[in-house]
């Protein structure tokens, strides 16, 4: 039996789940804790399951005591977006095999696929073969997931977010002016806003590997929690460009298309990325308030 197990790293009822889940491939042979460094208290505890040709099969991801629920929230929203998407979109979502709790925290157990190079040059050239992709699934995602906001959700979602925006002691006079042009165009109905489904914490961390996809998208995407049904543009969009290096050509490319798609100027989709930050900002949970603060400035002048 693997150190891990023996130490105690992980309770007997996810050790019993883990073997019965590896029965299938020949048995459990070890599981390794990935030695990431927590950027917050709640972070997760993550381990790569090794089957008995000591090959990854198999990932399990372990909830923090100081955010019990993260893991099975994350699960079921996965879910959730898979079975509305067609399977052309669903394919590159992440689903885990199984979700449960054991002493009070949630885990889950999904299949083992690779992340993106450590090495920055090896990175690249992943980053390069595989970037015209991951927008093309963006685009289309957007492309089938539009709708015109109701005016509730342009209270809640656009109004509300904005004035957060406005009235947020920290934020640039730049931003704040720009949100301020926003409310006032919703107010005379010159911006009328779409909503979009939106990962919201798009970028190529958030990407795995999968040769095998078979709609020729070669990832999965991972971290569903943030997610929303109906949430914002631009964002997503922003915060892959800027992940994969975009050329500023390519980014104004990608950014025309969503111009047409949402009917909107470029200042319009200024609009839209202070939106949805300004819902992510009303409610930081974990995200430290200087970084929030610095993304809002770096993403309005990622699209100057």
Not at 44 to 72: C, E, G, M, R
Not at 163 to 186: C, G, M, T, W
Request: overall charge neutral; charged content about 20%; aromatic content about 12%.
């Amino acid at each position: 039996m693997n150190n891990h197990i023996e130490r105690g790293y992980l309770p007997s009822q996810i050790v019993e789940v883990i073997d019965s889940f590896m029965a299938s491939c020949g048995g459990l042979n070890d599981v390794f804790e990935l030695p990431l460094p927590k950027l917050v208290e709640a972070s997760t505890h993550k381990f790569i399951i090794f089957n008995q040709k000591k090959k990854p099969y198999a990932f399990l991801i372990l909830s923090s005591s100081k955010s019990p629920d993260s893991v099975f929230e994350n699960a079921r929203k996965a879910k959730e977006i898979a079975e509305l998407l067609p399977d052309n979109l669903a394919s590159s979502i992440l689903v885990p095999n199984l979700c449960s709790y054991s002493g009070g925290k949630s885990f889950s157990v999904g299949m083992f696929y690779r992340t993106f190079s450590k090495n920055m040059l090896i990175r690249k050239l992943q980053l390069i073969l595989t970037r015209k992709s991951m927008l093309r699934w963006l685009y289309e995602l957007n492309e089938l997931t539009l709708s015109k906001a109701s005016d509730s959700e342009i209270a809640s979602e656009f109004v509300s977010p904005l004035e957060f925006i406005v009235n947020h002691p920290k934020i640039s006079q730049n931003a704040k002016d720009i949100a301020r042009k926003a409310l006032y165009q919703l107010s005379i109905n010159l911006w009328q806003p779409y909503m979009v489904m939106a990962h919201n914490d798009l970028w190529y961390g958030n990407f795995l590997i999968d040769n095998d996809n078979p709609y020729g998208m070669p990832f999965k995407i991972i971290d569903w929690e943030g997610s929303r049904l109906r949430g914002h543009g631009f964002y997503d969009l922003i915060r892959l460009a800027y992940s994969v290096s975009l050329s500023k050509d390519s980014f104004n490319e990608e950014l025309e298309k969503h111009f047409r798609l949402f009917e909107c100027s470029k200042i319009q989709s200024k609009f839209y990325l202070l939106a949805a930050l300004g819902s992510l900002g009303s409610n930081l949970g974990n995200w430290q308030e200087k970084r929030f603060v610095d993304t809002v400035n770096e993403s309005l002048r990622y699209i100057d």
